[in-house]
Each structure stands twice: as structure tokens, then as C-alpha cells.
Antibody, heavy 124, light 106 residues
Framework: QVQLVESGGGVVQPGRSLRLSCSTS????????IHWVRQAPGKGLEWVAG????????YYVDSVNGRFSISRDNSKNTLSLQMDSLGGDDTAVYYC?????????????????WGQGTLVTVSS | EIVMTQSPATLSVSPGERATLSCRAS??????LAWYQQKPGQTPRLVIY???TRATGIPARFSGSGSGTDFTLTITSLQSEDFAIYYC?????????FGQGTKVEI
């Protein structure tokens, strides 16, 4: 079955960096766009970044553009998020979420499925 | 950025009743609209995509409608497992954006 498993979360001081990973299995990873979505404690969902199936196109929400970098390794079926200059507003559960349809089937896609998430806490 | 506005923020419904949730986009998103369900401590779960297509495993009591800027999620005959927060999301434009959520409570 399709699985997405995030890792790399933890407690980090303001201004420091953290790298998240999302390991996937059960589908043709290189055929799907994939995203990071976060949820601050008690708050709603916020899309953070997305990358095309081949890694050539990357998109970011304004609040992280220039600080976060999304990447993928299609040989290892893995997605990453490098987060630099972290601040308190970045405290959240970070989910990876796959596009709901493959690149060959649609150009715009919903998110399905989602991983279980990894918690990032930015605190001194 | 397309702003997604959901209403109401909280919907109090009795089991067996109908729930109607609204989502409005600040500009047209065509039919590129999804609904997700999230229960406390759980991962979001896809309910509807393409504005009106039920995701795999979603019961027929869930239905979605609308296109352009105005969308509706209807849950007929609410069951206990349906009480949750529901988010709409547009995937027509970058950045992808979510509504703030509607909590469906007993």
C-alpha cells in the first residue's frame, strides 16, 4: 500500500536549521508531484512547498520562500525539506502529501495520501 | 494568492441530521477544489476532489458541489464518525491554499 513516513522533526533554536525527510513506498514515486503541508498547534492547514514529479519545478508559500528548500531523490523515493533561519512561526506538524494523480494524468492535483507528520518546535 | 473562506466556523448538528458546509474562493478555481476531514490527533483525509468526486472509501452521504468560486460540502444523515474539522483547498493556482476549516460538532 502507499506509505509516506516523515522524519527529522524535533526541537530547534530560533535561527537554526533543520532538515525533514519523507520516505515513500508503494507507488511510482517519480510519477507524482509531492508537497509539504504544515499545521501549527491548534491551527489550520498551510501548504508550504511543492515539487514536480521530475524535480524541475518547485513552489513555495511566501512566508518560507528563501528560507526553505524542497528537493526530491527519485532514486531513493524520498522527499526532503531543508529549513533555515527558523522562527517561532515555523513551529508545526509537517506533513508530506502526495499529489492525488500522476503527472501523466493531470496537471493540477489534490493531496492524497498524507503521511503521519513530524513535529518541529522552534524554541530557545 | 487565492483566499479560501469557509463558513460557518462551527456547525452544531445532531446525529442523523444534514450538515451543509460552504467554501468561497476569492477568484475562480474552476473545479480544482478538494475537501479534507481531520479528526483530533489524526492526519487529514481526502473526502472530495474535483469539487464533486468522492474519494475512495468515502460514504455516499458525503457530496460536493459547485464550481468557480462557490462550493458546498453536504453530509446527509450525520454519523458519529463524521464529527470533525473539514477543510477546503484549491489546487488551481500557486500557492495552494486552504480554508480555515469548519468544525462539525454534536
Amino acid at each position: 500500500q502507499v506509505q509516506l513516513v516523515e522524519s527529522g522533526g524535533g526541537v530547534v533554536q530560533p535561527g537554526r536549521s533543520l532538515r525533514l525527510s519523507c520516505s515513500t513506498s508503494g507507488f511510482s514515486f517519480s510519477s507524482y508531484a509531492i508537497h509539504w503541508v504544515r499545521q501549527a498547534p491548534g491551527k489550520g492547514l498551510e501548504w508550504v512547498a511543492g515539487v514536480s514529479h521530475d524535480g524541475n519545478k518547485k513552489y513555495y508559500v511566501d512566508s518560507v520562500n528563501g528560507r526553505f528548500s524542497i528537493s526530491r531523490d527519485n532514486s531513493k523515493n524520498t522527499l526532503s525539506l531543508q529549513m533555515d533561519s527558523l522562527g517561532g512561526d515555523d513551529t508545526a506538524v509537517y506533513y508530506c502529501a502526495r499529489a492525488g494523480c500522476s503527472a501523466g494524468s493531470c496537471s493540477r492535483a489534490w493531496f492524497d495520501p498524507w503521511g503521519q507528520g513530524t513535529l518541529v518546535t522552534v524554541s530557545s | 494568492e487565492i483566499v479560501m473562506t469557509q463558513s460557518p466556523a462551527t456547525l452544531s448538528v445532531s446525529p442523523g441530521e444534514r450538515a451543509t458546509l460552504s467554501c468561497r474562493a476569492s477568484q475562480s478555481v474552476s473545479s480544482n477544489l478538494a475537501w479534507y476531514q481531520q479528526k483530533p490527533g489524526q492526519t487529514p483525509r481526502l473526502v472530495i476532489y474535483g469539487a464533486s468526486t468522492r474519494a475512495t472509501g468515502i460514504p455516499a452521504r458525503f457530496s460536493g458541489s459547485g464550481s468557480g468560486t462557490d462550493f458546498t460540502l453536504t453530509i446527509t444523515s450525520l454519523q458519529s464518525e463524521d464529527f470533525a474539522i473539514y477543510y477546503c483547498q484549491q489546487y488551481n493556482n500557486w500557492p495552494r491554499t486552504f480554508g480555515q476549516g469548519t468544525k462539525v460538532e454534536i
